[in-house]
């Protein structure tokens, strides 16, 4: 990876203390950070990156399993992203979007070639909340209703409607800012709440369910139905066979839109462009944001299918954003599209999770007491812990923090003392480095990951 390019400088500052002191002492001093009691956290600064890898200013590597929040799809530094940005930046930094321009209208394109049949245009937007956001907005402009059905066990985002969205801790403390959201039960087979035994039954269940939360709520009332096709931070769940087409029916039956989240699980994550293109399933909208252009630039948006496009026809779409398909973003979406071309992205996402990722944790399951559940696609997996295999009870309990969470906590300090930045979820290891990685650097992190295991089962 020598010809990554460094434009960090920051190779000399290995070692320096007072580099490292500063960077630590405006951090604490200066910035809110997300998520996080402020005056509890102390995140490790860090110096630069290249490829799968990045380096604290003590010349600690740790190789990246996480993506940078599944995220960096194409790794840290890649040549082709930073010449595109960089190019770019030389000939139009910035254009406002009512304006058109070469790249966006480029990226918009491709993405809607490579997305579902009866895709018409993309609204970009800064990120993958806002996406979800919109989403919503055109779904309830274009049907005249107002609820919005999302799943529990999701994550979609941090503005007020998608953490509202949410069906996760995090929109606790939040409260509902968003009044016309209600949540439902998608499948999970190893934690089935419909006591199914069988995937099959599971779908059928779920579907069930999913049937009787519509009637209830009112049919007329549901302006669309919001699920991530493999739900990503809460646990890599891949839906049960036929689950999405039965949605799908659903959608068509009661006039109800059927919104994608795609920001984590699209491309590229699980070997395809957007992972519902596993499924039997066309959606009416499609978020995304995050691998686009591995988030070198912040950008996200909504796919938008032709009858929803209609709807804004001739009248007015309320709503916009002064970044939306800003050029720098946009030249990294289209060198995204070239980069997975020239490089084979998603042919090797599929082989790598099939030939290697899978069988490995497989057989890590086996032989790991500590492990309930392995489970996942392409470089998107999850590695389930718990206190007791047959019982299932959960290695943390839900949610656990502080003390209730130290078992978790050193599985994942030991993972990082190996040198290894882990992507950890809940009550679960999940596998997710960029989708350049190497055979040889996936089978070190399974290796990194298999001994960190052996302190999980000291806690079995
Ligand atoms: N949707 C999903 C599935 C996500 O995983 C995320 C972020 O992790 C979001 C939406 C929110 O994206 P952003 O953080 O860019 O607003």
């Keep these: 990876m020598s010809d990554y390019i460094d434009l960090t400088g920051a190779e000399q500052s290995f070692g320096d203390t007072d580099a490292q002191r500063e960077v630590r002492e405006n951090d604490r001093q200066y910035v809110f950070h997300s998520w996080s009691a402020q005056g509890a956290i102390n995140p490790l600064p860090i110096a630069k990156g290249e490829g799968v890898r990045f380096w604290d200013y003590d010349g600690t590597e740790y190789l990246d399993f996480s993506s940078q929040l599944v995220n960096l799809n194409l790794g840290h530094q890649h040549p082709g992203l930073v010449q595109a940005i960089q190019d770019q930046a030389g000939r139009l930094a910035t254009i406002q979007p009512a304006m058109a ?146 949605v799908r029916a659903l959608c068509d039956e009661f006039g109800i839109l059927l919104i994608a989240d795609e920001v984590m699980a699209g491309f590229g994550r699980t070997g395809h462009w957007f992972a519902f293109q596993a499924f039997d399933v066309t959606p009416d909208l499609v978020t995304f944001a995050k691998g686009v252009n591995s988030g070198y630039v912040p950008l996200g948006g909504v796919v938008i299918s032709e009858a929803v496009h209609q709807t804004f026809d001739q009248k007015p779409f309320p709503g916009g954003l002064t970044y939306s398909g800003h050029p720098l973003g946009a030249a990294a979406g289209v060198a995204t599209f070239d980069i997975f071309a020239e490089e084979g992205i998603l042919e090797r996402v599929r ?42 009870e959960p290695l943390i309990p839900f949610n656990a923090s502080g003390d209730a969470a130290a078992p978790f906590n050193a599985v994942v300090a030991a993972c990082k003392q190996a040198g290894l930045w882990p992507f950890a979820a809940g009550n679960r290891l999940q596998v997710a480095p960029p989708l350049i990685i190497s055979e040889e650097d996936l089978v070190r992190g399974l290796d990194i990951i298999d001994e960190a295991l052996n302190v999980a089962d000291g806690y079995v």
Excluded: C
Excluded at 169 to 185: C, E, K, M, Q, Y
Excluded at 351 to 379: C, F
């Design 101 to 246: 321009n070469d790249v966006r209208g480029e990226l918009a394109k491709r993405i809607v070639e490579h997305s579902f049949a009866g895709a018409r245009s993309v609204f970009f937007t800064n990120g993958g909340a806002d996406a979800n956001e919109y989403a919503v907005r055109m779904a309830r402009v274009h049907t005249g209703r107002q609820k919005v059905l999302a799943r529990y066990r999701s994550y979609h985002g941090s503005t007020s409607t998608a953490i509202t969205l949410t069906g996760e801790p995090r929109r606790w403390a939040n409260g509902t800012l968003d009044s016309g959201v209600v949540h439902f039960h998608g499948p999970y087979p190893y934690r089935s709440v419909f006591y199914s035994e069988t995937p099959e039954q599971e779908t059928e269940r779920a579907l069930a369910h999913l049937r009787s939360t519509i009637e209830l709520e009112g049919p007329s009332t549901i302006a669309a139905i919001i699920l991530e096709s493999v739900t990503g931070t809460n646990g890599i769940l891949i839906p049960t066979p036929g689950y999405l087409a039965g």
């Design 351 to 392: 082989d790598l999770g099939e030939r290697v990722v899978g069988p490995r944790l497989r057989e890590i399951a086996e032989r790991h007491p500590s492990v309930g559940e392995v489970r996942g696609t392409g470089l998107f997996w999850a590695i389930e812990l718990v206190k007791n295999a047959e019982t299932r």
